[in-house]
């Protein structure tokens, strides 16, 4: 998967335009461990990159299935780990203080990052599913207010909604009726979750569900194949670009640098009506 990495890193780095900001979305590592973002970190600091900011996905909490030796244990999880540990460790790598969410503005575009921010450890119900609490979408809700103008707002979030009309499980964001709930005032919100791993190829990413415009990025290290038994690298990611009067989002393969024809979405900006 580092050779993926390195795929994606170097299209950015020479990428034929300037990009702004990079959104890590969730599963930078396979278990969250000390030795997993020092590993990423190193390859990361080998390019001249952007502001990075990312999510925790659910494998970034995987060190408590991890025994003494290393090894993949269910019998004694959390093996004297704790998910706090898991956050810490996302919070000190990532740059985030005292919490694994945050906000930030770009050349005035909204990026949200709404990482997980508990797992079995501390909520065993929860299984592979988001789960957000009152404090965090409390925040949520106050943050959003910056958009009672139209401003676009990109939100970003492992693991996919559910239905609409219904709260999540595993694999799902849990408290989607309240997510749901606090995007419903606005307009031009747009957003973006990983997890499924996705192939961009042959499939819509844009659902049109929802009062959101929700797309679901494919993955830069595993992606799965369209075609059983296809061995070929595959490392794709999502160009988001923002203008005043439309967004673009296009797929890319990073393994070869191309775009991918049946992953471009324009979406116009909409216009409030005046009052």
Do not use: C
Request: proline share 5%; net charge negative.
């Amino acid at each position: 998967m580092t050779d993926k990495l390195h795929s994606a890193l170097k299209d950015i780095t020479d990428f034929e335009s300037k990009v702004d900001a990079i959104v890590l979305g969730g599963d930078l590592t396979d278990f969250g461990r000390e030795s997993d973002y020092r590993s990423l970190q190193r390859v990361l600091d080998q390019y001249k990159l952007p502001p990075t900011y990312g999510n925790m996905g659910n494998h970034d909490y995987y060190d408590i299935w991890l025994n003494e030796k290393g090894a993949f244990s269910t019998e004694t999880v959390p093996n004297g780990k704790t998910d706090a540990m898991s956050r810490e460790r996302f919070q000190k790598f990532i740059g985030y203080e005292g919490r694994p969410y945050h906000d930030e503005w770009m050349q005035g575009v909204h990026l949200i990052m709404l990482s997980q921010e508990s797992y079995v450890e501390e909520r065993p119900e929860v299984g592979e599913g988001a789960w957000y609490s009152d404090e965090r979408l409390d925040w949520f809700e106050s943050v959003m207010k910056s958009h009672e103008d139209g401003k676009p707002a990109f939100v970003f979030i492992h693991q996919p909604p559910p239905e609409p009309g219904t709260d999540g499980g595993t694999h799902r964001l849990i408290r989607a009726k309240r997510f749901r709930a606090i995007l419903e005032p606005y307009s031009n919100v747009f957003v973006l979750s990983g997890h499924t791993h996705r192939n961009f190829n042959g499939e819509d990413h844009y659902n049109r569900q929802n009062t959101f415009h929700w797309f679901n990025n494919a993955s830069v290290g595993r992606t799965r194949s369209t075609v059983q038994g296809d061995n070929a690298p595959v490392a794709q990611g999502m160009y988001v670009q923002v203008y005043p009067h439309q967004v673009v989002i296009r797929g890319r393969e990073f393994s070869d640098r191309s775009w991918i024809g049946s992953a471009h979405w324009t979406v116009p900006v909409a216009k409030l009506a005046q009052a």
